[in-house]
Each structure stands twice: as structure tokens, then as C-alpha cells.
């Protein structure tokens, strides 16, 4: 056990040699703050494309693949600005979908592939820019890199480079019953992933010519959805809480103040 132990501990020591501490973004929140990478970006984005692929199969097998002219424009605003944040998130190939579902949801996976669940415009009623707010949001999970991030904390707590990639990277696990369900989307959940994808997916908004003020109305809606009494999947990697959006409100005022 020992030296099985310290074999591990060997290859992830090597791996902190290769990679170790990164800075995904050039500007924005968190582009200051040293993220631990163990994974290549290479490997994880081929990863995540394939499990991109993998939900577009299922939902194609569904004919759930719809249009909407809404998630495209506003999509299509916010994916011009990226490269403002990360240079090379420019190159990457970009993909959109809009997926009908009831459920209220939307992601967006390491390398530029979009999905929103219809439930999101259906059940929220959301306006352009509070689509902005959501859609930003999880674009601004990508271009900090949040999954690899995730996976390469999870590798360091475990101490099993086995374990970890045999559960794959992370992008994908069986939860809940809709589109995501089957090929649900693992988000990554912590305070301070959601925070600082809240605050830089409202820069991003802003730069693309939304209004911040969105954001809050976005998450007055989820709130007011779950108080409802409807139970939301989306809540369980995205918790929504007064706190959440005093915080939002106080990055809304410091930008304007910037401005000013």
C-alpha cells in the first residue's frame, strides 16, 4: 500500500512538473489567481468535445435540436468578445444549440460548445439580456478553464490518477431525467467558481452591450421559481441565494463607478 501510495504521489508530483499552476484568462476576474492544472488542455478539451458530442447524439435521437433565433444572437455577441479575456478562445470552434427540454438549464464545455434547454425561455421568460447574464456566465466558466480546474483539485484530494480518469474528466455524469440527465452535465459548483464566473460573465455581458442590472433579475427568477415549490436541477450546481446576488449588485456598482 505504502509504495503504491508513493508511486502515486511520484506521478503527481511529474504532472505538477509539466503543468502545475496556470493563469487561463489575460484580463477580468480571477486573472490574478494561480489555478492548479494537471490536466493538458489538449487532452481535456478532446475529452470535452467528446462528451459535447455525446449529448448532441442523444438530443439528435430525440429530434429535441431546435432553433432559436434568441440563444443565437445573443450567444453570437457574447462569443465576440472573448478574445478580450483569452486570445486564444478565438480560435476555438465555437458551437451553439438550443435543446428542447422543460428542464432550466444551459452550459457551455471547455473549448466553446454552447447548449441551452428550451425551459430556460419558456419557464423564466427571460429577456436578451438575462440570457446574457446565464449565457455569460457558463462562457466565462470555460474561458477560466473552471472543469479542468475542478478535475485536477479532485485528482489532488483523491490521490488516484486511476480513479480520476476512469471517471472520465468531468464534463459528463448520469444525474436527473431530462436532455443533461442522461448525459448531465457536472458543472463546477464551489462558491468561488460560481462567483468568479458570475462577476466575469457579467463583464463579458457589459462589453457585448447587455445590461448587467440582468443578472439580478435573472436570478430574482430562479429564486422565485424554487420558492414555487418546482425543484430545479439547475440549483444543485448553481445555488441561488440573496447572497449571490448582493454580491452581483456590488460588482454592478464597481464597474459603474469605473465608468463614471
Partial sequence: MIRKFSLIASLIATSLAFTGC????????????????????????????ESYKQIMSYAYSQKAVVKSPQVDRVAKRLIAQVG???????????????????????FCLSGGKIGVLTGM???LKVTDDELAAIIGHEIAHALRDHGREKMSKKLISSLGILAASSAGLGDIAISGTSILGEYGYNLPGSRSLESEAD??????????????????????????????GVKLDFLSTHPANQKRIDNIQAHIIKMKSKQA
Fill in 121 to 123: 425561455m419558456s419557464r
Fill in 199 to 228: 462577476l466575469l460573465g457579467l463583464e463579458l455581458m457589459v462589453r457585448a452591450g447587455y445590461k448587467p442590472e440582468a443578472a439580478i433579475s435573472f436570478w430574482q427568477k430562479v429564486i422565485a421559481t424554487e420558492q414555487s
Fill in 84 to 106: 478580450y479575456y483569452r486570445a486564444d478562445s478565438v480560435d476555438w470552434e465555437w458551437e451553439v444549440n438550443t435543446l428542447h427540454d422543460n428542464d432550466i438549464n444551459a
Fill in 22 to 49: 496556470q493563469i487561463s484568462t489575460m484580463a477580468g476576474i480571477g486573472h490574478d489567481r494561480k489555478q492548479l492544472m494537471l490536466y493538458s488542455k489538449d487532452e481535456f478539451y478532446k475529452q470535452s468535445d
